[in-house]
């Protein structure tokens, strides 16, 4: 089974479970999206992109969508079915049907679900998605290596560290940041970070 035989950019993938709904992000979801921009600026901290107003959401959206068209990544938007609302987005991106890798970041959540389980449950089903549908063999996460919580989540599903890209991209303020790689293979999936995972759901 070869990953470029199955991922297919141009079909609409939903994933979901009782919890979490993951759906394709598309140019209208700003409007679903907004209120989080507006109330909830600290969310953004960490973002590569500057997004302090509803049209630079836009801006990131459009963007997300146009590498979908260029057949580099795949962006979902979150709904939590327990709130009833969006609220959230994450992707595949740096995908490589030749290689079967992916990305899997650009993950951000509204405070109102930090520490509920929602995040758990979109990894489980994407990554479940990625190495059992799609055939993937490595799925790589990198964060900011400044990012102590979201490194801690990764680390607390099964990541392992591969180590510290030094002075790796540019911020909004014109500083660099260093860049922590973390990767989960297809067979450490298998023999320990599915189970590890499920029995984190709740």
């Known amino acids: 089974?070869?990953?470029?035989?199955?991922?297919?950019?141009?079909?609409?993938?939903?994933?979901?479970?009782?919890?979490?709904?993951?759906?394709?992000?598309?140019?209208?979801?700003a409007a679903e999206l907004a209120v989080y921009v507006l109330t909830e600026p600290e969310i953004w901290k960490y973002s590569l992109v500057a997004i302090h107003k509803v049209e630079d959401l836009q801006g990131y959206i459009d963007a997300a969508i146009q590498s979908r068209n260029d057949k580099t990544a795949y962006p979902f938007i979150v709904f939590d079915k327990q709130l009833n609302k969006y609220v959230g987005s994450t992707r595949f991106y740096d995908v490589q049907l030749n290689f079967e890798t992916t990305q899997l970041g650009y993950t951000w959540y509204s405070k109102q679900v930090w520490g509920t389980g929602l995040n758990q449950h979109c990894k489980y089903l994407l990554l479940q998605f990625a190495f059992e549908q799609m055939g993937f063999k490595r799925i790589e996460f990198r964060a900011d290596n400044e990012n102590k919580r979201s490194i801690a989540a990764m680390q607390k599903m099964g990541c392992t560290v591969e180590g510290v890209l030094r002075s790796h991209l540019p911020k909004p303020d014109g500083s660099r940041r260093d860049s922590i790689v973390l990767s989960i293979t297809k067979e450490e999936w298998e023999q320990k970070v599915k189970d590890l995972l499920k029995k984190q759901l709740v």
């Open 1 to 29: 089974m070869l990953v470029k035989d199955n991922f297919d950019f141009d079909l609409d993938y939903i994933l979901e479970d009782e919890r979490v709904k993951l759906m394709p992000l598309n140019c209208l979801d």
